[in-house]
């Protein structure tokens, strides 16, 4: 049965979880931030539902360091690259963050490289990092190998989003959040915990075919015997050109400027053992303050969007959206309502509290039949 837990009580389970690793408090109350950010927005596939696989497998398995040391390479008085030594990836892109975002506030640009980083969750939450100070905040990250070249069928880029944040002058920010993929490997996870099929189109084999069968699939993305297809599709009638380039761009900008790793390096196996991911990020940061001033792009952001909204709809349609605005209302829903918890996920939840033994909590599943 499905159940919904507030997000108080996540938070804490989770800063729980990462301090039980050996995450320092401090950068433990960071991870957890960055996953139940996710969860309060409706991202399902990039909160708790990967604390198991994505974060705490690894640390056990020792491809991920859960005391971030992070390394200054090179800094000038706009840009720094930095190492992130294998570590936490949240820690490592919220620093990196912080010190483009205080360049851009003396200089009214600032960027952060950064290498040999691990997953760092939402980059939208980077994102918003600089929108709540008034900034445009843009960020990506390359990943293992997933996307297929557009007429392609092997798996040479990560899902590689390019997300972009602006703040405007209403109570939410526009946020585009997304991969350069048709979709993401946490997405698929998410129906495979439901147990349904994928739509066509979203992943193909190595004879172009394309696959639906979830479980499967996941497998098959991590022995590179299935891809997932770029935006817009296969080949180029639709547009899977554009989504393949926009896919490369991450890839040079999370690989070039730090001499980080790239593509098949990022596969986290060596000589058929693991190793750590070796991820690249980069974080750049504009003040409109050094442009016409805060509240005047706010205005005009927010006008833009308005005017988005009131365009005449599609028949049938019942309003138009603005990229942010469904997830700035899901977290006001699941705020109230709580974020929703599958049965495979209560029992991720109850295998990572029992062999760490925080004994002090008790879900609420486990005495309720849930909310279907």
């Not at 599709?233 to 554009?242: D, I, L, N």
């Not at 790793?261 to 050094?290: R, T, W």
Request: proline share 5%; glycine share 12%.
């Amino acid at each position: 049965m499905n159940y919904r837990i507030q997000p108080d009580l996540l938070e804490k389970f989770m800063t729980d979880v990462f301090i039980g690793l050996g995450v320092p408090e401090e950068d433990a109350a960071t991870c957890a931030d960055v996953l139940i950010t996710a969860d309060r927005r409706g991202i399902d596939s990039h909160g708790i539902g990967r604390l198991k696989l994505i974060y705490y497998d690894r640390i056990k398995e020792g491809i991920v360091s859960p005391v971030t040391n992070i390394e200054i390479v090179k800094e000038t008085p706009t840009t720094v690259v930095i190492d992130g030594n294998n570590g936490m990836g949240h820690v490592i892109g919220k620093k990196a963050m912080e010190m483009a975002i205080a360049k851009a506030g003396q200089l009214g640009l600032g960027m952060a490289a950064v290498r040999n980083s691990s997953h760092y969750g939402i980059a939208g939450y980077y994102a918003l990092m600089a929108t709540d100070h008034d900034m445009v905040g843009i960020t990506g990250t390359n990943a293992r190998p997933s996307i297929a070249p557009t007429f392609g069928v092997e798996n040479m880029l990560g899902t590689n989003p390019l997300t972009i944040g602006a703040p405007t002058d209403e109570p939410f920010p526009f946020l585009i959040d997304c991969a350069t993929s048709v979709t993401q490997r946490g997405k698929i996870e998410v129906y495979d915990r439901m147990d349904t099929e994928i739509p066509s189109g979203w992943v193909i084999d190595h004879d172009g075919v394309a696959r639906t069968d979830t479980h499967q699939i996941l497998q098959a993305l991590v022995a590179g015997t299935d891809a997932l297809l770029p935006l817009g599709g296969v080949g180029e009638e639709g547009g899977g050109h554009k989504g393949y380039g926009y896919a490369t761009a991450v890839e040079i900008f999370s690989a070039a400027f730090q001499q980080g790793a790239f593509m098949k390096d990022l596969s986290g196996y060596k000589d058929g053992e693991k190793v750590p991911y070796k991820l690249g990020h980069f974080f750049i940061v504009i003040n409109p303050a050094f442009f016409v001033g805060v509240e005047s792009f706010k205005k005009t952001a927010g006008d833009i969007l308005r005017r988005l909204r009131s365009s005449e709809k599609a028949p049938g349609a019942e309003r138009i959206f603005t990229a942010g605005e469904k997830e700035y209302l899901t977290s006001l829903e699941r705020e109230e309502k709580g974020i929703p918890t599958p049965e495979p996920l209560q029992n991720e939840m109850i295998i990572m509290r029992d062999e760490l033994g925080l004994s002090q909590y008790r879900f609420p599943f486990e005495d309720d039949e849930g909310d279907g």
